[in-house]
């Protein structure tokens, strides 16, 4: 099975920017990239954040730019998102009876289990007891299947104390879950706009930068983040019961390209591609 992970698209209305930066084109190029080079994966998960201010005018710009993506999608509420708006533009989002946008499918032998992690109002993110109760039945249901997760924030302290701050700050809920569970193979996030690997109680992790703008790696005290213009990026994650590999593609990189052949002539062996 073949994923695409796309995250913090942090959409404004048409026409806008975001530290400088047009967020619907960077989303656009990503779009492109991924037709092109993976037009055969059998899902797309946005992990959150897709508008940066919940406008409506943003989720329906998203669902216009999706519409060129020839792969089944799922998105993901992030802490900057609305949810009755994302919905109100997505109506294909599930959502739990009391309103958590909390859902999984079963496909090609492993079960994909969607959380929502967000605290309405702050950015700091929430697992509460109902829907860690849900996620519980979830795990359970799943008897042998293999589970993959995906949420927004992280669960976990990363070492970057301007983003820890922003994490789940009571991740126990979720914890105990997990860990009364043997069939969790990896837990995906975004929120941090960083590429990260790690691995918590035993369980891979990973997080990958947004396509608008990215987290400068700063392990220092302090209230504000730096925001940097870096290559924007998705994940190709290859999944089987047994093995999960993750890539991070920074699709926006521009930097010199090589032919390297080391079977030709000296000379030859090193030919530039742009």
């Not at 947004?210 to 940097?228: C, I, K, P, R």
Request: with cysteine.
């Amino acid at each position: 099975m073949k994923i695409i992970q796309i995250t913090d698209t942090h959409l404004v209305p048409n026409g806008g920017t975001l530290f400088e930066s047009d967020p619907a084109e960077r989303l656009r190029a990503a779009v492109v990239d991924v037709t092109a080079r993976h037009g055969d994966a059998d899902l797309c998960v946005l992990s959150g954040d897709l508008a940066h201010n919940g406008d409506p005018d943003a989720y329906t710009l998203l669902a216009e730019i999706l519409q060129d993506l020839p792969v089944p999608r799922q998105l993901i509420v992030g802490n900057h998102d609305d949810r009755a708006r994302l919905r109100d533009a997505s109506p294909e989002i599930e959502a739990m009876p009391d309103g958590f946008l909390q859902s999984y499918r079963d496909q090609d032998g492993m079960r994909l289990v969607f959380l929502d992690t967000v605290d309405p109002g702050v950015h700091t993110g929430a697992f509460c007891a109902a829907r860690a109760a849900w996620l519980d039945q979830v795990l359970t249901d799943a008897g042998d299947l293999p589970v993959l997760i995906f949420m927004h924030h992280a669960p976990i302290r990363i070492g970057m104390p301007r983003l820890d701050a922003y994490r789940i700050l009571d991740p126990k809920p979720l914890e105990t879950v997990l860990t009364a569970h043997s069939n969790v193979r990896h837990i995906f996030f975004g929120h941090v706009h960083r590429p990260l690997a790690g691995s918590w109680h035993g369980i891979p992790l990973s997080a990958l930068k947004g396509t608008n703008h990215q987290t400068g790696l700063d392990f220092s005290e302090g209230d504000a983040n730096t925001v940097t213009l870096e290559p924007a990026s998705y994940a190709v994650v290859f999944a089987e019961p047994e093995t999960i590999v993750v890539h991070f593609n920074d699709f926006a990189d521009d930097s010199r390209r090589f032919l390297y052949d080391p079977h030709a002539p000296e000379t030859e062996q090193i030919k530039p591609l742009n």
